[in-house]
């Protein structure tokens, strides 16, 4: 399962965790960014996109707090998890990823804990398709309807939108958040401290908010 669709963008690395201080004389909280108003465009004003790679571990350690923050966004915003696709190995972590959004959406939350098990605290490889088989499984998965899915039209289509979003915010780390299609942010900017990143994107999601007239 070493799907490839034709996506090139430049390669995004895990962060480092080494933004300057609160206070520094350059310091930027996010930063503003414009993807136009074409058919993609226009589809993330209410959303908020979390870029992972699920073998990062400081995606795995902001991923269930900001998961559940975005349970929480004003009604009309969507918080969507979003594999980056900065090299090509990271192809067939996403077409894992969406086969499980097709094949048992109910399980994707399991999926993401056993694949950040193997993949971030284990080093098991991206290339490696029993990862991402034995990830299915412990998920409780049935795997006929997952290895179905991994050729399937609709996760092609899924991938290649990872992988225009990856391109048009210019992802070079992981984790990051984008605000809206407007504000792009990170947790290396407040040194991974949760309190002081939900609070970040809060108040993004505030500015959006009154951006587009709410």
């Known amino acids: 399962m070493a799907l490839a669709f034709g996506v090139t963008v430049d ?3 895990a962060s480092a965790n080494d933004a300057p201080a609160i206070g520094a004389q350059e310091f ?11 058919e993609l465009g226009r589809t993330l004003d209410r959303r908020v996109l ?3 790679d699920f073998g990062c571990r400081f995606c795995r350690a902001a991923h269930g707090y900001l998961v559940n923050w975005g349970e929480s966004l004003p009604a009309g915003f969507q918080f969507e998890v979003v594999p980056a696709v900065g090299m090509p190995e990271h192809f067939p972590m996403a077409v894992a990823y969406y086969s499980v959004v097709m094949a048992a959406p109910q399980r994707l939350s ?3 804990t ?3 098990r193997l993949m971030a605290e284990l080093g098991r490889s991206h290339w490696d398709a029993g990862t991402y088989r034995r990830a299915a499984e412990r998920a409780g998965i049935d795997i006929d309807a997952f290895e179905r899915y991994t ?14 979003l990856t391109e048009a915010f210019r992802l070079d780390e992981v984790p990051t958040v984008v605000v809206g299609g ?13 309190t002081t990143f939900i609070s970040l994107l809060n108040g993004l999601v505030s500015m959006r908010y009154q951006e587009l007239g709410w």
Not at 30 to 36: P, S
Not at 182 to 194: G, I, L, N, Y
């Open 50 to 52: 979390y870029f992972v």
């Open 110 to 112: 399991a999926f993401e």
């Open 11 to 13: 390669p995004v690395k």
């Open 28 to 38: 930027r909280a996010y930063v503003e960014v414009d993807v136009g108003s074409d």
């Open 182 to 194: 407007r504000f792009k942010t990170s947790p290396a900017v407040v040194q991974s401290d949760q």
């Open 151 to 164: 050729q399937s039209v609709e996760v092609e289509r899924y991938v290649r939108r990872a992988g225009r």
């Open 114 to 116: 056993e694949l950040y």
